[in-house]
């Protein structure tokens, strides 16, 4: 095995496995984020801290994590298209992918964030609905009479008062809409996952090149971490609204 081919196995190993911790870390936020997105003006909840303890009282600790067997399953796969994508890309358009090119670097961001939705667009799709179950079941605990703007926004006749698996909604949405019916949402879904990555990805590497050492020429494990995290966060923050439009198809 060659050393790019070792160094892009131990990027796609790596990526996988700060997937899976992602999500276990930050998946009640995501969770409250799903459901703040998606109340439609009817104020269930006052803000992230009064929704994940409604949701803790109501579903119990394990409720703050609805939908993340999706995730954690799906999360591996997409990390690895989107990581190979990208050098795949650097590679194409930049000599040796390693010079340091704006343009070429937002372009091959692009490109990974093109294919990533392959595997992020059925993901959310699923993990949205399994997030959203807990709301859409409150009124139909409260009241037997529950009014029909709080039906399930996409599986159609699967009914979601009743506590829905991956599995059940996939095959409801594959039996009554074909295989379209998992990637409904697709444009908005590359409205914010292209836009991400062409921000992400140039922005951790030339931050992290600020912390490459002459003698080792890498960065430090902090630095890099460091790195990842403000451009993550700033990715984040500039493709929130087109994440909300997400939630709402």
């Known amino acids: 095995m060659s050393n790019q081919d070792l160094s892009i196995a131990a990027k796609l190993i790596n990526g996988g496995v700060a997937g899976l911790v992602g999500v276990t870390c930050v998946f009640p ?7 703040l997105q998606n109340q439609h003006g009817k104020d269930m909840y006052k ?8 949701t803790a009282r109501a579903e119990g600790f394990l409720g703050m994590y609805r939908g993340a067997a999706v995730n954690l399953t799906l999360v591996t796969p997409e990390k690895a ?5 990208n050098d795949f890309f650097r590679q194409l ?17 692009c490109g990974a964030g093109m294919c990533q939705v392959v595997v992020t667009c059925p993901m959310e799709m699923l993990k949205i609905q399994l997030q959203d179950a807990g709301r859409l079941a409150a009124p139909h605990q409260s009241s037997t009479s529950a009014p029909s703007s709080s039906r399930s926004y996409t599986t159609g006749s699967a009914s979601t008062h009743k506590r829905p698996s991956a599995t059940l909604i996939a095959w409801e949405l594959l039996r009554t809409q074909g295989l379209a019916g998992l990637y409904k ?14 921000i992400y990805f140039p922005m951790f590497a030339n931050l992290n090149n600020l912390g490459v050492h002459e003698l080792t020429g890498k960065a430090s494990f902090a630095h890099s971490f460091m790195s990842g995290c403000i451009a993550g966060s700033l990715a984040a923050v500039a493709v929130t609204p087109l994440d909300g439009k997400y939630g709402r198809i």
């Open 93 to 109: 358009l930049m000599e040796d992918g390693m010079q340091r090119n704006l343009k070429m670097e937002m372009l091959a961001g």
């Open 47 to 54: 803000g992230m801290i009064d929704c994940l303890m409604k």
């Open 29 to 35: 936020i995501d969770l409250a984020k799903t459901r």
């Open 185 to 198: 949402g697709l444009g908005a879904t590359l409205l914010r996952d292209i836009p991400f990555s062409i």
């Open 81 to 85: 298209i989107k990581l190979a994508a």
